[in-house]
């Protein structure tokens, strides 16, 4: 028999409603691992505090997350996506660059372009705002497209 905690969920009921709660005191656990299934490997995926305004990138292995959360107090946690595309087979690599700088890249590694929509997840603040292309974008087979912001 196993003992332990986890927090578990699905990336997809989370598209607007991001990991929150408030803890009593007293409780015997100051951290607890979470689990976030329904990702894709190709993606980066993000632990976002959207109190503290500050993030930090999680592995993502065979569809799942996991990320350790600190559980003094209320928190408001975003875990998962924070840019999403129409093609699975895409990369997509997301990376702070700066104080409030971000690089974002996807890459194809077919060998036939794929146009595709960029989409920043409702729940991810550092990138509210920024003017992401509003229409498809055309990736080359085999190459990459990145923006800053």
């Known amino acids: 028999m196993q003992a332990g905690f986890a927090l578990r969920a699905d ?3 989370l598209s607007e409603h991001p990991l929150a709660w408030s803890q009593v005191k007293g ?17 980066s995926a993000f632990l976002y505090d ?10 993502v292995l065979e569809g799942k997350a996991w990320a350790v959360i600190n559980l003094a ?6 875990v998962g996506h924070p840019v999403l595309v129409d093609h699975a087979e895409l990369f997509v690599q997301l990376t702070q660059s700066g104080v409030e700088k971000w690089t974002l890249e996807i890459h194809n590694p077919t060998d036939a372009p794929i146009p595709t929509r960029l989409r920043v997840h409702p729940c991810f603040d550092p990138l509210r705002g920024k003017a ?4 498809p974008i055309a990736i080359p087979s085999g190459e990459s497209w990145i923006g800053n912001y």
Do not use: T, Y
């Open 11 to 13: 990336h997809a009921s």
């Open 27 to 43: 409780q015997l656990i100051s951290s607890l691992p979470v689990a976030v299934s329904g990702l894709n490997d190709r993606w």
């Open 50 to 59: 959207r109190q503290l305004k500050k993030s930090r990138p999680v592995g």
């Open 132 to 135: 992401l292309p509003a229409g």
């Open 73 to 78: 107090g209320q928190a408001d946690l975003f």
